[in-house]
């Protein structure tokens, strides 16, 4: 009775209420304190005791080191803008959302800003504010989907607080990042960038202040002409401006031997000596916006301008700095929407028969459209760029031209640069998203009716209490629904029953009178995302299903979990029957001689023979049996025992593996199954077969939302018995040069009984063993310990190994480093289990190596047991 009297007050719309001001509230006052925080650091930098000519360049090295610095050591993920780390997590992948990043960005940001970087703040506010959202999602646990929906209106929030624009802080989630239209999603980012845009502007000011009086904006149908040139321009040097991101980001790559702290400060040096030559490179970019949209400059100063603020931009973007590009978007076209309004003023004076420049609009409308026209050229959401420049205006005259400059140039840099930016950067990160993050959602289309258990055992209201406690002691459940008359009518749990029982209730009582009356419920079609919400709000076990009082399933968080660990491991739940076990087609059976079996799933005729020959090789040295298994999947609306199977499909790979038997003189066994998961299919196998070690391809590596390498692959390293040898091999495959990380224990062990066969491969094997030291943590293996492990494998190898103790904060960067030192041909990884699946959160090390080198990569799941 309690829960259904409390529901009201904790509904989703009130608490969602309650969040977004919160949210908005913090995000606000984020915002204002990066804003005056870098107007106090940047009057500091150009007003310095020092001369200008030394304190420009010093502060901007020192300023952009400590930044990099402080990115670096606390919180990698905080570098950049920050909006494709937001536009990650709210596609489901793991990209860390908390308050150390929001920290660290606020920091960082300020330091780089206030140094002279040119740079923008509001991309960092966006991010900052999704973190403290993230963050307070954290603290008040709620369900996936809505924790998304606190995201989102965090980083509107941030956005409406950078820009004062409440309104193209919504449109930009909606636009960009979220894309998503259900009415709380934009409930809350409405309340919050409200919220979070009137803290900024009470506390921070009017933002930009554009002299709209003195200079009024006008428009007549000779500007018309020249909007469509400003509308190309934009577009053109958008695009061109959008190429220099990542080419900077490339560029700046190749000096990883100066991490980011050297990088951002060499950034800041190379700006700040270019402030001393030319002093409009020193003013920050509110005070050069303002400069340029009242048109108080000549054409030369303001070309300049336009170069400079350009290169300078791109050169900080490329370092890593914390910051955005935003602001310098908008600087860069009111530059040139500036030139343009030249351009149109000197045209229509050289003839006498054209008006004169006085019925042209202003230069304010022409740097105004121009802002919006980059703007929009650049981050490809060209609705937010018309409503940012008139929120910032207030000003109807400017819907027209702003409409025509940033539609064409949004129009010409789709054409020429294909995809949102955002996503691209992520892409540059190993990070995939669908082009609608809701696509990423596991949850998106799955309701109550997906998940719930359709047999659902009951009880009697009328049954008496000793028949009540019969049943619970009969029963693994820890609760039932209530019926009277076939309706729905309570539910009891075991809690109920201990206080019936502690209270001494005659024994003659009905169910009636200890139940829980008129229990909370939800219908088939109630959204899972509204079930998790409810049971994590009233801290429930179970919610009824029902249709009007008619009981028709229930759900568990059991339940959900079944479900959510299958969408971990790539294998969504999928409607329909459920998955049959897999049915034998085809076996060859070969004599088993073998001390142990190694299990080979064959898929690919072309990608067989390289699988085939490196697992022959490690079965050589073992002495294992290969147990070559071709799986088949059919649609579970057929049962695997009558699917109808071609197996000339088949006859390719069962060649090959005869082939092999042939010439190797191992055991070769064959088979062929129908299954409606592969995964799990193997898994049979690996049970029935009583296999000691299994050999996967592993191609074209990217990294996918809740995904270590790929669905099937992933089911293995999860539930597999026994060891899994995972292979992405290279473009040259071969194995003259080997490289090994190990941290001890394990990694050497597996090495001893896997390189034997291996090495094999290869015609004079180089082996190379190191550590990786972080310069921080102090966990690492010593020296000797390392030598000692080099000493025995050369017994076992009867090849000399060299030794490498390096020290650095990337393992992967690392171990990259040192593969192109030795010339390494293959990488073999070892990892547990439990770390395998933690990357998911803390970072994917053997598919960061795998997409940054082509050479091949080997990856062993150990067995538990053998785990450190």
């Avoid at 170069?307 to 931009?313: A, I, R, W």
Wanted: net charge neutral; hydrophobic share 45%; with cysteine.
């Amino acid at each position: 009775m309690l829960q259904k009297r409390l529901e009201p007050f904790l509904s989703r719309k009130r608490v969602a209420v309650v969040e977004a001001c919160v949210i908005g509230l913090v995000s606000g006052l984020a915002a204002v304190l990066l804003k005056q925080g870098v107007e106090w650091l940047t009057l500091w930098r150009t007003h310095s005791t020092l001369p200008l000519w030394l304190a420009l360049p010093l502060i901007g090295l020192g300023g952009g080191y400590l930044s990099g610095w402080l990115v670096e050591r606390l919180a990698p993920e905080a570098s950049g803008s920050g909006i494709p780390q937001v536009k990650a997590a709210l596609g489901f992948a793991k990209m860390p959302l908390n308050l150390r990043v929001a920290l660290v960005k606020l920091g960082s940001t300020l330091l780089a800003l206030g140094s002279g970087l040119s740079l923008g703040r509001q991309g960092p506010t966006v991010q900052i504010g999704a973190a403290l959202a993230a963050q307070l999602s954290r603290w008040v646990p709620t369900s996936p989907e809505y924790r998304r929906q606190l995201i989102s209106a965090g980083a509107a929030a941030g956005l409406a607080a950078g820009f004062n624009a409440p309104i193209a802080g919504v449109l930009f989630v909606v636009e960009e990042l979220l894309q998503d239209f259900s009415d709380l999603t934009l409930g809350s980012a409405i309340l919050a960038s409200f919220i979070g845009a009137v803290v900024s502007r009470l506390l921070g000011g009017q933002g930009l202040n554009l002299a709209m009086e003195a200079k009024p904006v006008s428009l007549s149908v000779y500007d018309l002409p020249f909007l469509v040139v400003l509308g190309l321009l934009a577009g053109l040097l958008g695009s061109l401006f959008r190429r220099g991101i990542f080419g900077s980001l490339a560029f700046f790559r190749q000096f990883k031997t100066l991490g980011l702290p050297g990088r951002i400060g060499l950034a800041g040096l190379i700006t700040g000596l270019v402030g001393v030559f030319v002093p409009v490179a020193a003013v920050d970019n509110t005070g050069l916006q303002e400069f340029l949209v009242t048109g108080s400059a000549g054409w030369q100063l303001i070309a300049v301008a336009f170069v400079v603020k350009f290169l300078l931009t791109l050169l900080a973007y490329g370092s890593g700095a914390a910051g955005g590009i935003f602001a310098p978007s908008l600087v860069l076209g009111a530059a040139l929407g500036c030139l343009v309004s030249f351009l149109a003023q000197a045209a229509y004076t050289g003839f006498g028969a054209w008006p004169m420049p006085e019925a042209l609009g202003s230069t304010t409308t022409y740097a105004l459209t121009g802002m919006g026209a980059f703007f929009s050229a650049v981050t490809g959401v060209p609705i937010t760029a018309i409503v940012i420049v008139f929120e910032m205006t207030a000003n109807f005259n400017l819907v027209l031209p702003l409409m025509i400059g940033s539609g064409i140039a949004y129009l010409i840099a789709d054409r020429a640069n294909k995809g949102s930016i955002y996503n691209r950067l992520l892409e540059m990160k190993g990070i995939h998203l669908e082009p609608i993050a809701q696509a990423n959602n596991p949850w998106a289309h799955l309701t109550a009716a997906d998940l719930m258990q359709r047999r659902v055992e009951t009880l009697s209201s009328q049954i008496t209490l000793p028949e009540v406690v019969q049943a619970f002691s009969r029963s693994h459940h820890r609760g039932f629904p209530v019926l009277e008359e076939g309706r729905l009518v309570g539910i009891v749990t075991q809690s109920d029953l201990g206080e019936a029982t502690s209270q001494g209730l005659e024994p003659y009582l009905t169910l009636k009178d200890l139940m829980t009356p008129h229990p909370v419920t939800v219908s088939p079609d109630a959204p899972l995302p509204r079930v998790l919400h409810l049971l994590n709000r009233l801290k429930l076990s179970r919610l009824p299903v029902t249709e009007g009082n008619k009981l028709v399933g229930i759900i568990t968080r059991a339940d959900i979990i079944r479900a959510e660990s299958d969408q971990v491991s790539g294998d969504l739940p999928e409607l329909g029957p459920q998955a049959e076990p897999s049915y034998v087609v085809f076996q060859q059976r070969a004599p088993a001689t073998g001390q142990g079996r190694l299990l080979v799933p064959l898929a690919d005729p072309q990608t067989a023979p390289d699988l085939i020959k490196i697992a022959a090789a490690i079965a050589h040295g073992l002495h294992y049996e290969l147990e070559c298994v071709h799986v088949v999947r059919v649609p579970r609306s057929v049962a695997p025992a009558e699917a109808k199977v071609d197996l000339q499909t088949a006859e390719p790979l069962r060649q090959l593996a005869l082939s092999y038997a042939e010439h190797s003189g191992l055991s070769v066994h064959f088979q062929v199954r129908a299954a409606h998961e592969i995964g799990r299919t193997l898994l049979e196998i690996i049970r029935d077969r009583h296999i000691d070690l299994v050999l996967m391809g592993w191609y074209n590596p990217t990294l996918t939302p809740g995904r270590v390498i790929n669905s099937v692959v992933d089911t293995l390293i999860r539930q597999a018995p026994c060891q899994v040898l995972v292979v992405r091999p290279g473009r040259n495959l071969t194995f003259n040069h080997w490289l090994l990380p190990t941290a001890g224990g394990p990694n050497a062990q597996s090495a001893h009984r896997l390189l034997p066969g291996l090495i094999t491969l290869g015609k004079t094997p180089d082996i190379h063993l190191c550590t990786i030291c972080h310069p921080e943590q102090g966990k690492c293996l010593t020296p000797q310990y390392l030598s000692t492990l080099a000493d025995d494998l050369e017994v076992a190898l009867h090849r000399p190994v060299r030794t490498h103790v390096v020290t650095h904060t990337s393992v992967s960067e690392a171990i990259l480093d040192l593969s192109h030192q030795c010339q390494s041909d293959a990488i073999l990884l070892g990892a547990s289990r439990e770390n395998l699946l933690s990357q998911v959160l803390k970072g994917n090390v053997p598919l960061e190596i795998a997409q940054q080198t082509d050479i091949t990569i080997i990856l062993l799941r150990q067995v538990e047991d053998e785990s450190e």
